[in-house]
């Protein structure tokens, strides 16, 4: 038995989740429902525009990571925050969740702080997200242990950190050295815009490296520069042995050596979206990696989605066993 | 028309808010429901054996001033912070809610950081509080500007920063600036142990400076020294021209001028008890300040009570003012 089920690298950040109508967005240029990357000064100015905040941990690969070890999975994550009091918030949070975090702190004097990510919400519950990446930014090679790796049935791999000079680098020497020792590789494609700018990058890697990959149905048809839904997921479904692939409302679609499966979607209130993809995702690893049939895993993935959107906050609040329990799904 | 309706005086610092059983009080040396004081060492402790958590500004007179503030109330608040992360969460949080907030941050060299409290929610929405103090402790007279204090209709005193060296004498500064100018001077007793460790002192500032006095029932009776509580609100009457002495599922009782009103708790699910009294006194000096009588201000505050019992977090979520009106209130 490898030491992880699942081993998670992205973007280490602290969520800064706030309410505002749609006009805020509009008069503050906030692109709705998209992750946008933003320097200091946009990140200063916009927090002095919204109202009283809360800060929970977040970064997309590490809530993923979160409620794998919520479930009880054995995890471990690799990003970078700084040695200030968002960096010792972050690290605790995933600690105390039960989750391996043994990152190398950037210095109290390093030019950047811990990243963090300003989350508007609007009263629909969709979550814009406005993201100063600070010292996750440089995730670099040296911050990879392979030994790490080689001790993961899976590594997780998130889209949104090809925003980093060093870190194709970093996901090429994470990826040998977990494929070296008969490791698998997922992807999560993270955001629209994200494929927009690194669209080449992962057409490489999910060509040779990726065996799981996720995405939503818009970040899907960008990968592919298709408007049809069903033509993106075919193309995918030909480079990749499994596609997960969230669609709202409409659940997921799992594919997979010819089969196709469908996940219906839990209906929920939805009082902040963010989060659903990563919850999504970590709930379907933790499915395979204990022997779930895949058509579970996508069911698995739309209760903890389901769980997690009914709440402020990218993390699991409720037990996610119990909810698989209660949906006949354990 | 004075400046400020209400300036408020306390203990600056931010929540860190995680749910734990009762089991794991004891098993951690915590004393349920109350607030105790910690060392630097023993929140790094603390800190590293709660689960995940997550940060909301907080501090008992801040929160009564953030009250009023949504409740569109004239406010100033004054309590130390140091210019560091955590200090900026407690400034933003505070102005963005409206209230005006110019504290002379504690420098970055400062030996202590910004104060924190780690607020362990048990299964019963009980709060048990555990308080790190930081730089909050040292509020002394040159924190506190006059102008600001005569400008004030009301001052309203933290008695949890009775636990402070120099803050008695900041405490008698701001009373002098406020009273010398027409204004008045409100305190609460916060903890029954914080009087237990300054009760000579509270007695003596109830005696000649206090013209309305916040307290619950375990606190008046600490006070008082005695076993009935129907001896410490009338031994308290005699003392101070304003009673609002709150009684958990009891509501709240007002005394004043020989006259005594009964205000009736509002039911609702306790998710979190932090933040009820500070709440209900600032709907109670919001309502004062606006001319409502003071058997309304009661039922004010047992209504804005019950909202921040109703959620995570000390401070308000709902609109203060559409509860007031579905009350029937204004």
């Known amino acids: 038995m490898k030491k992880f089920q699942v081993v998670g690298i992205g973007n280490a950040m602290v969520d800064v989740l706030t309410r ?3 006009e805020f967005l509009s008069e503050a240029g906030i692109g709705k429902g998209i992750m946008q990357l933003i320097d200091m000064d946009r990140a200063v100015d916009l927090y002095s525009r919204i109202g009283p905040a809360r800060e929970v941990s977040g970064g997309s690969a590490a809530n993923t990571i979160a409620g794998i070890a919520a479930l009880g999975g054995r995890t471990a994550y690799v990003g970078k925050v700084k040695d200030d009091q968002l960096g010792a918030i972050f690290a605790h949070d995933l600690r105390a969740q039960g989750a391996v975090y043994e990152t190398s702190f950037a210095p109290k004097d390093a030019a950047q702080e811990t990243g963090r990510c300003i989350v508007i919400v609007t009263p629909d519950g969709e ?29 997780y791999l998130e889209g949104y950190r090809f925003d980093g000079p060093d870190s194709h680098a970093a996901f090429a020497k994470a990826i040998n050295a977990c494929k070296g020792h008969g490791g698998r590789v997922s992807l999560t494609l993270s955001d629209p815009f994200c494929v927009e700018r690194h669209r080449d990058a992962f057409r490489l890697m999910i060509r040779e490296d990726v065996d799981l990959l996720f995405s939503n149905r818009a970040e899907l048809m960008s990968m592919y520069r298709t408007e049809d839904f069903e033509v993106a997921l075919a193309a995918a479904a030909k480079e990749v042995d499994i596609i997960a692939c969230t669609d709202s409302e409409n659940g997921a ?3 997979s050596g010819g089969q196709r499966w469908h996940a219906p979607a839990i209906p929920t209130q939805i009082e902040d979206a963010t989060g659903a993809g990563d919850l999504f995702a970590g709930a379907f ?9 895949l058509d579970v895993c ?19 609040e409720k037990d996610l066993l119990a909810l698989f329990a209660r949906h006949g799904l354990l």
């Open 127 to 155: 979550r814009s997200m406005n993201t100063y990446l600070g010292v996750t930014e440089f995730l670099q090679p040296s911050d990879i242990d392979p030994k790490m790796m080689a001790d993961a049935e899976w590594i």
């Open 285 to 293: 690893l933790w499915g395979m990696t204990n022997g779930h049939a």
């Open 298 to 316: 996508g069911r698995m993935g739309c209760v903890a989605a389901s769980e997690v959107i009914s709440h402020l906050g990218a993390r699991p």
């Open 20 to 22: 505002a109508d749609e």
């Open 253 to 255: 679609h799992i594919l």
